[in-house]
């Protein structure tokens, strides 16, 4: 099967979930400065799924320019990652209003830890399906981030009780990490 | 016609309807753990009602691999499958939210019934515009998940203001038997 | 200047217009058959609503087939059409809201109007780009669908007061008489 | 890197975002002129905004038509601009509820001179990836309305607090000046 469909079905949740977001943002119903200031916990939680989310589809995009088709079990392993970036938009509405207190950011960053889990089933059901000797296989070899990420998520969970903000500021660094944009693909694909 | 903007629009449906879903899944204003588990009847028609979705957008993305070209009855064929699945945001609101009780449970079939039945009017309109020894005519040829689903359906209705438990599994059970991919379509294809 | 991505900008409004539209059909917080008879207005102005915007979208990707290339006229006139189609979700709640009143009936009807004349906007700027001996206005060539439809808004809006019944009748009239499929432009390609 | 996907996403949140602003004009609930009447400045705040995204929709679209290929750091730069047009619907709202009072005016304001220094950056990285010598960098070369937009911003920003009206004034005219077309990059593609 052709990659293009699954590729604008996801683009197109992609796009939805990353602009669904800012629906959290309510319009406080007075001009004041303080409403806007109240505001700041939930703008702040919305720039960091932004930009969480804007991760996820650069390296969705980068992962599927080495895809050359798709079957059944590719279309279910893409699923069940948009299922829990679905979730973004609520866990980050919960942990905004509530000001990152103990629980909303210990079930943030259990999201975050089950999006990196969903993106790394599909990476290895897409090179089971490509076969180990193949470009992506090759571009997606060594994956040090991907292995980082989820352990400071659990850091992050196990310490969300105790010291929230740290929790936040550990999401805030695997963010930062990832940013540093992912250039084994386009090397890999360059030979 | 070109099948290309029909599949674009219908992706762009989709992608929007298993998103929107998620804002049904409405964030609580405190952090406890109570708040939280009220919300897991909500989540869980979520969770059903994203497979189900999930479920069309696979097979029609199977399905739309094995057609040649639409005309105008396949246009609205494929609008009237997109009704129905429109009002699964809605059924799964008010099934979720009432704790799955004897009336929303059974309007949730009576959308899953209604959504098989259009899904099948479908496949008829493009087995008659193709031909009846067309591939897609073979690929669709003894099509017995979508004669059982149906009759779960309904079965599901009927009980569901004696046992909506019984009724909800039923339709659990019908998701899990499409979760099974459908290899009707990429056998013939490949012969 | 390629037609891609005005149909595919085209087509995630339309997405979006014919999927937000259900927002406001909000699930009852109980599960009484009366809370579900109440939302019956609600429900009928969603469906008109959603045949409506089908229509456009079916007359849309017809009448883009026959077109070759756009230009920024055109850019702005479809922009111009789709402001008109993204006022649909909001006289569709307030006719529905209102069981179908004087004013919000009439402003219904308006709306249809404004999209009406936006969409003969649209369709003469592409003729006056491909000029008049073109595929495209040969196939819009006698258009008396479109000089029907104002007619019957026209009435529609000036009874509204009146007999807001008739004015929603003549609505579903004119949807009715679009539903037949548009053949002109299937024909003269063809040709 | 193929520009495709970047186009799908940027076109799925372009179509999500000046769609989702309509969701704010919300239906009375009873059907009388003064409930209609009370929504014109809401209604007003959605017209600019619904054309300024047009805008930047179109100019996004004339220039990736002279784009031949994408990296990491235009994926980023892009994200960038279409984090700032996300939030065109709160500041809308914001500014149309509130009649257009000093701060939410100012905001309004701010947000637009963020859109624009994203755009520039946008412009800068795409044409730094091309080249100086590229059919992009003298498409885009000589851009004056793109200077005098931020300098009118910024005066609206800074009076807001003396006369909004005026503010809102400056705001208008820097769309129209965009209204018209800019024939810069098909020019230059011609030749």
């Given at each position: 099967?052709?990659?293009?469909?699954?590729?604008?079905?996801?683009?197109?949740?992609?796009?939805?979930?990353?602009?669904?977001?800012?629906?959290?943002?309510?319009?406080?119903?007075?001009?004041?400065?303080?409403?806007?200031?109240?505001?700041?916990?939930?703008?702040?939680?919305?720039?960091?799924?932004?930009?969480?989310?804007?991760?996820?589809?650069?390296?969705?995009h980068h992962m599927?320019?080495?895809?050359?088709?798709?079957?059944?079990?590719?279309?279910?392993?893409?699923?069940?990652?948009?299922?829990?970036?679905?979730?973004?938009?609520?866990?980050?509405?919960?942990?905004?209003?509530?000001?990152?207190?103990?629980?909303?950011?210990?079930?943030?960053?259990?999201?975050?830890?089950?999006?990196?889990?969903?993106?790394?089933?599909?990476?290895?059901?897409?090179?089971?399906?490509?076969?180990?000797?193949?470009?992506?296989?090759?571009?997606?070899?060594?994956?040090?981030?991907?292995?980082?990420?989820?352990?400071?998520y659990i850091i992050?969970?196990?310490?969300?009780?105790?010291?929230?903000?740290?929790?936040?500021?550990?999401?805030?660094?695997?963010?930062?990490?990832?940013?540093?944009?992912?250039?084994?693909?386009?090397?890999?694909?360059?030979?």
């Amino acid at each position: 099967m052709h990659k293009g469909r699954i590729e604008a079905f996801s683009d197109g949740v992609f796009a939805i979930i990353i602009t669904i977001m800012v629906l959290e943002l309510k319009p406080p119903h007075d001009d004041s400065i303080e409403a806007l200031i109240a505001l700041i916990p939930v703008f702040l939680s919305y720039v960091l799924s932004f930009i969480y989310v804007g991760i996820y589809w650069n390296n969705h995009h980068h992962m599927f320019q080495a895809v050359k088709s798709v079957k059944g079990s590719v279309l279910w392993a893409n699923l069940h990652l948009l299922f829990w970036l679905s979730l973004m938009p609520f866990v980050t509405a919960w942990a905004g209003e509530n000001h990152f207190t103990c629980r909303p950011v210990a079930f943030y960053g259990f999201d975050l830890l089950m999006c990196g889990v969903a993106y790394w089933i599909l990476a290895k059901v897409l090179i089971k399906h490509h076969g180990h000797d193949s470009v992506l296989a090759k571009a997606l070899g060594d994956d040090i981030k991907g292995l980082i990420s989820p352990l400071v998520y659990i850091i992050g969970i196990a310490i969300a009780c105790y010291a929230p903000m740290v929790s936040c500021m550990a999401y805030v660094a695997v963010a930062v990490m990832w940013l540093i944009p992912d250039t084994r693909i386009e090397r890999v694909m360059k030979d």
